[in-house]
């Protein structure tokens, strides 16, 4: 394999116009690969540190370029993320950003990849990989932190899971975030879009919720597989830990009373997937929850893990949830992604692959979650940043990605 002879970051925009990091990596073979980091909004306490673009990029410059450059093999992905912890030198990488961490992480896999000759997730999945792709979970209605005056609960997603390839859910998904469109439009309902693409109309989520219901069924209908639906409640956010309680647009819920109500969705709605029910610290609520419905549905820790295996750990201790939401800028190395989805597999969690509220046209997740083999990936429905991911899920089933 071939050392890393310049790593290149500079300054790009993000989808909601903000900037972040890119990288470029080129490798003494003459082997190439570009990652971008992306960003969230409803941030879990615990997640590395993103550092203002400009100051992650001379930080990075300063510590960790000259580490990597003419010394690490590209192909060896666990050297170089050994060597941007060791640049960074604290847990967090509040030294050098996650931001510059994970864009150069992800950019030497694919200057690895591209040395090969392989498509990025050949690379990483390795070649008894196995051929199982993800269902993708698609935000079609939402609020929380990613939109004002909508919907408490940050996200409503359409989870097709009957259908029978990439190409067919991610129609679905679209079909459903076009059908949830002519319903607003029939109730008289206007919606701008949050920052994830998702329909954010002035409603509560009871109203959502029947919305969902009906556009999920119509869909369903139509395409003639099983198609679902599931939530990340983002319910850090809405938690008040002076009050001990959740706060929703016109009422609030105690940690009992959230267990119920959430334990009550999942029977009625049938509900696949329920994200973040609780607080990023409440691991006992997790439990409880995780007791209830477990048997029936996907509980999954988002800000409750952030991708980060000592979390993990806690969490299998404790029987809180069964599922894990992976991103890479959230602890901030591709290697340390790929532990976490280890230990979920080992532990019957699944993983959930997903993209970032603020994305940029990088498709790294895609390949990620086919290498991983996780049986869902959560990448929007629609907008260029998230169709960038979704038609690469389409190229790989089809066997023709180049990247
Ligand atoms: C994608 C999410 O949003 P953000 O990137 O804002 O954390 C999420 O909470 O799962
Ligand atoms: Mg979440």
Redesign the pocket.
Known sequence: MTRIESVRLRQILDSRGNTTVEADILTESGGFGRAAA???????EYEAIELDTSEAIASAREHAVPRLEGAVYVGDQRDVDRTLRAADGTDNFSEIGANSAVAISMAAAKAAADVLGAPLYQHLGGAFRGDNYPIPLGNVIGGG??AADATAI??FLSAPVGAPSVQDAVFANAAVHSEVADILAERGVPSAKG??GAWAPSIDDDDAFEVMDEAVSTVSDEFGFEIRFGL?V?AAEMYDADADEYQYRDRTRSTDEQIEYIADLVDEYDLAYV??PLDENDYEGFAKLTDKVGEKTLVCG??LFVTNVERLSEGIEKGAGNSI?I?PNQIGTLSDAFDAVELAVENGYDPVI?????ETEDTTIAHLAVATDAPFI?TGTVGGERTAKLNELIRIEQNVSRL
């Open positions: 992306p960003s969230g909004a409803s941030t879990g932190e990613h940050q996200e920052d994830e990340d983002a994200e973040d988002d800000d939401l991103k997903s993209h970032r509220s603020g959560k």
